[in-house]
């Protein structure tokens, strides 16, 4: 949200979220939420809409001149004071985020930029901005590159606030908090995510009516077990859970006594996606 005149005005600041990172956010693909009547929710999309903008591609990393706006010496929120850094350099931090979505999607940002739900951006309270930072999802390893061109959030268990896109592609836009790793990145990156092997395996487990019922049911195996694991649509209707790739024996071992013991259903060891 934009700092000038009317400081915040008009801004998520008064409500970042008061109770509403309790509605939100989970590990693996985020399923559609509840449609809430609190502040700020998220859009009503499709199954195949979320798939979609979990594959949403990182930005392209380059050198960003500070904005006019946003970047004053210090400025005040709900009575306390912040200071804006002067470098971005170097910042690493580990915390709580959060996410903002249809309340505030077209809204002024601090930077100047429209705030646009569907893309890879986020707010910070001290980073310069823009700048780009890469966010991992401690729980589920998931990590995604951001656009930081905005201030917030406002709570002090929190250190970054992630569009709604960047929840999903986390992983946790369905309760809406994930603890995370925040890395500035000052420096064009030309890392490529490689390919998996054509012999990599998954296992696919579960049949469910519901996304929610299946989305439980990973949220039940990742308390226990890190490792990447997604709902996804079976071709015949009904949700299944798909974990992988497995890297070693005794890491498929591992899996499918955690699925049998959760009685998650018969655990199926399949070649490829």
């Not at 589920?140 to 709570?155: A, E, L």
């Not at 498929?252 to 655990?267: C, H, M, Q, W, Y």
Request: contains cysteine.
């Amino acid at each position: 949200m934009s700092i000038g005149a009317n400081v915040f005005s008009n801004s998520r600041v008064w409500l970042l979220l008061l109770g509403w990172g309790l509605v939100m956010g989970c590990t693996g693909l985020a399923t559609q939420p509840p449609a809430g009547t609190g502040p700020d929710r998220a859009p009503a999309l499709s199954q195949s809409q979320l798939q979609a903008l979990a594959q949403t591609p990182d930005p392209v990393v380059t050198a960003l001149a500070k904005s006019k706006t946003g970047n004053p010496e210090q400025y005040q929120v709900w009575g306390k004071t912040y200071r804006v850094s002067a470098s971005a350099e170097g910042y690493q931090a580990e915390g709580n985020a959060s996410w903002y979505g249809v309340k505030f999607h077209g809204r002024r940002t601090s930077s100047g930029e429209p705030f646009d739900m569907y893309q890879l951006t986020a707010a910070h309270r001290s980073l310069p901005i823009p700048v780009f930072a890469r966010v991992t999802n401690l729980h589920n390893g998931r990590s995604t590159v951001v656009k930081i061109n905005d201030r917030g959030p406002f709570h002090d268990d929190r250190i970054i606030d992630l569009s709604y896109a960047a929840a999903v592609k986390l992983g946790f836009a369905y309760n809406g908090t994930a603890r995370v790793r925040v890395e500035t990145l000052t420096e064009p990156e030309n890392r490529v995510a490689p390919a998996p092997a054509k012999d990599a395996r998954y296992y696919h487990a579960g049949s469910f009516a519901t996304a929610a019922e299946a989305q439980a049911a990973l949220q039940q195996m990742l308390l226990l077990e890190a490792v990447s694991g997604q709902v996804v649509a079976l071709g015949t209707g009904g949700y299944a859970l798909r974990f992988g790739p497995v890297s070693s024996p005794a890491k498929s071992e591992r899996l499918r006594a955690l699925l049998l013991t959760l009685d998650i259903g018969l655990p199926k060891l399949v070649l490829g996606r």
